[in-house]
């Protein structure tokens, strides 16, 4: 059974340090809403940070793009373009800024249901880290796809290509 989440206020950030050495490609990294639910797989663990989001996900994106071994496909729900200012207080200023925190980043929106079927699928056989934030807008979780910063999915091509024959 997967940990319970656990109340670690700064401690999250030890958390990805020390996970993200030993994540690889095909390992996540989820900064999650305040509703987004403790899942049961063993392969998640989740820690609930006390922290806002834009924080964190800003926090995420530097350690990775720090690591040698890691970068990141980055996944966000297509609901939130469509998610109103009279429904979701804040919504529209969390977008902006948002944007502005992933402007250079490689990022899909996908539906919310698409992503988490990613997810699940992962997580049968890859660990994933689930921050859970303080924001209370919905469609704001942002997914951190792992894949190898040294080798591209055109080298990968190629490799295949030639053993193939």
């Given amino acids: ?59 995420v994106l530097v350690a990775i793009g720090a690591s040698r071994h890691v970068r990141a496909n980055i996944y966000l729900d297509q609901e939130l373009d469509f998610v109103p200012e009279s429904d979701a207080h804040g919504v529209t200023k969390y977008r902006q800024q948002l944007a502005g925190l992933l402007s250079n980043a490689n990022s899909t929106r996908l539906a919310h249901e698409q992503i988490i079927a990613k997810l699940d699928q992962v997580s049968q056989v890859f660990r994933v880290l689930i921050i859970k934030t303080d924001l209370t807008i919905p469609y704001t979780s942002v997914f951190f796809e792992l894949d190898c910063a040294y080798w591209s999915a055109n080298a990968e091509a190629k490799l295949r290509k030639a053993i193939a024959g």
């Avoid at 990805?16 to 797989?41: C, M």
């Fill in 1 to 59: 059974m997967a940990d319970a989440p656990r109340r670690t206020e700064p401690a999250w950030e030890r958390e990805l340090e020390t996970l993200l050495p030993l994540f690889g490609h095909r390992n996540w990294i989820v900064v999650a809403d305040s509703a987004y639910p403790a899942q049961s797989k063993p392969g998640i663990e989740t820690v609930v940070s006390g922290a806002g989001q834009l924080e964190i996900v800003e926090k």
